[in-house]
């Protein structure tokens, strides 16, 4: 049974950092969280002035951080040591779990800036492990090119051939696809789990209904996603992962399962004892 949409969220303005503008999907009064998946970020700009002051030093805990950049490339250093360049088309995956504080400060490539952050929720026995820091070159990524297809793999399995991340917690598959004209993409999913396409250029239809671009849809029960082209083609990210069904307590960038979580997290901040352990860098 293919996936239908279920609900059409469209992305909502929200200013964060030091005044950049984010279209936020995930994380709005209209989809608070859909499990496991806690905020979904679309930031995207040809000027400069609209993004360049960045995001300074900023504290998670509770949960990871995923962040995929299109255009443009994103400096980043944390309070445990780690510092990295994210550039366009690479990937940084960052486990925050029991804290961590960090920087992210874009650099424009010939003006544009543009990618996802995803945030994806930790469950209880993890949220005070210790966090741990992943970033992948564009060129580590693997590839599926088949015709008018083609499927960067930054999580999960697809036609034999598996992304550079891997989540035990939910199986995340975080897939970014483009299709020529009239071309489809199809992923053979559990039923139980959450899935959502993003459609960031072009159009498409999903379950023989039109994804509008720029809003996130959500997809119903069935065993298959399907995806195909308008006549202008289409990229988007097809994003699925296993429900942890806990209670989710979030405060801005804490996310617990109980609010006197919340609260040690806070004070814990406050008296500069939110970090425990310094992470470990992998990556390609």
């Given at each position: 049974m293919i996936r239908p949409i279920?609900?059409?969220?469209?992305?909502?303005?929200?200013?964060?950092?030091?005044?950049?503008?984010?279209?936020?999907?995930?994380?709005t009064p209209a989809l608070k969280n859909l499990d496991p998946f806690l905020m979904l970020d679309h930031f995207g700009s040809s000027d400069p002035d609209q993004y360049i002051a960045g995001f300074p030093p900023h504290p998670h805990r509770g949960f990871i951080t995923f962040t995929y950049m299109l255009d443009g490339h994103m400096e980043h250093q944390d309070s445990m040591g780690n510092r990295g360049d994210l550039r366009s088309g690479g990937?940084?995956?960052?486990?925050?779990?029991?804290?961590?504080?960090?920087?992210?400060?874009?650099?424009?490539t010939d003006g544009l800036m543009r990618g996802f952050q995803l945030w994806i929720n930790l469950p209880a026995a993890e949220k005070m492990s210790d966090p741990a820091y992943q970033e992948f070159s564009p060129e580590a990524i693997p590839e599926v090119r088949q015709g008018p297809l083609k499927v960067r793999l930054l999580a999960g399995e697809y036609?034999?051939?598996?992304?550079?991340?891997?989540?035990?917690?939910?199986d995340m598959h975080y897939f970014d696809v483009e299709l020529?004209?009239?071309?489809?993409?199809?992923?053979?999913?559990?039923?139980?789990?959450?899935?959502f396409v993003y459609v960031y250029e072009g159009s498409a239809t999903a379950g023989g209904s039109e994804l509008p671009q720029h809003s996130l849809a959500v997809l119903g029960e069935g065993d298959e996603v399907r995806v195909a082209a308008g006549s202008n083609g289409a990229r988007f990210i097809c994003v699925a992962?296993?429900?942890?069904?806990?209670a989710v307590v979030q405060h801005g960038p804490f996310v617990m399962n109980t609010r006197e979580e919340i609260e040690l997290a806070f004070r814990e901040y406050q008296?500069?004892?939110?970090?425990?352990k310094?992470?470990?860098?992998?990556g390609g």
């Open positions: 279920e609900k059409l969220v469209r992305a909502v303005d929200v200013t964060e950092g030091a005044g950049v503008t984010v279209h936020r999907t995930i994380g990937a940084q995956w960052m486990k925050a779990a029991s804290g961590v504080i960090h920087s992210e400060m874009p650099r424009q036609s034999g051939m598996r992304g550079v991340i891997a989540d035990p917690n939910t020529e004209a009239g071309a489809e993409f199809a992923l053979p999913l559990a039923g139980d789990y959450a899935a992962g296993k429900p942890i069904g806990e008296n500069g004892q939110l970090v425990k310094k992470a470990q860098m992998t």
